[in-house]
């Protein structure tokens, strides 16, 4: 079964917002990752956070995580139309694999 | 620049044909990963390899396997293709098992079984 789920499955807004997506996971981690899916390529790592950390900065991505909820969260402001893209979390489960949610699509209307 | 390189990129074969998808990375990298990619599923783990010789099963295993001879290559092969395999596969590479290691995936395999 998947180790990470995200929410929403998809979402649209308007250029220049802010884009919040959440992850959450099933059992403890040492880090989670987030990837970037654009449509029919292959997954590109964004940002990684550690299980001691509870917020990390990359340009205009911001992630939050709480293991007490088993959970994070993605934040991508001033959205681009370049953004729009699948974004997965990802974690490690059991021996060393990482182990994907199903996705968040995230559409930005020009 | 190093790279992960699969092929083909675009394949159809006819039910019950063998199939191998090769997956070439130039990162000398121990670990390598295939997964699949379902919509409403996610990305499922095949098989995976620590490094020469050395084969796992994943998630989703059943009618596959992967054979590793050498640092650079993983090729998936499908043993008699079913319908079911329809689908977009994803080769990945890794340093080593440190999990704070990045990924890096390759730009995909879509498979039709017809």
């Known amino acids: 079964s998947q180790q990470g789920e995200e929410d929403p499955q998809a979402l649209s807004i308007q250029e220049g917002e802010n884009a919040t997506m959440n992850c959450s996971y099933k059992?403890?981690?040492?880090?989670l990752q987030w990837y970037r899916q654009n449509s029919g390529r292959g997954l590109v790592h964004l940002i990684l956070?550690?299980?001691?950390?509870r917020e990390k900065h990359s340009g205009r991505l911001r992630v939050t995580l709480d293991t007490s909820k088993k959970s994070s969260s993605l934040l991508i402001t001033a959205s681009r139309a370049a953004d729009t893209a699948s974004y997965f979390c990802?974690?490690?489960?059991?021996?060393?694999?990482?182990?994907f949610g199903t996705g968040t699509r995230l559409t930005i209307i020009p | 620049d190093a790279e992960i390189t699969q092929s083909p990129r675009h394949k159809i074969t006819e039910t019950g044909r063998q199939v191998t998808l090769a997956c070439h990375q130039t990162w000398n990298h121990n670990n390598m990963f295939w997964y699949r990619q379902d919509l409403g599923h996610g990305l499922r783990l095949i098989h995976y390899s620590y490094g020469v010789h050395d084969t796992n099963k994943g998630e989703v295993s059943d009618g596959y396997s992967v054979s590793r001879s050498n640092t650079e290559d993983l090729p998936l092969t499908l043993e008699s293709a079913a319908s079911s395999q329809t689908s977009v596969y994803f080769c990945?590479?890794?340093?080593?098992?440190?999990?704070?290691?990045?990924?890096?995936f390759g730009e995909g395999s879509w498979l039709t079984v017809v």
């Open positions: 059992t403890s981690i040492n880090n």
């Open positions: 956070i550690r299980s001691n950390e």
């Open positions: 990945a590479s890794r340093a080593d098992q440190r999990s704070g290691n990045t990924i890096y």
């Open positions: 990802a974690t490690y489960f059991g021996n060393e694999k990482l182990t």
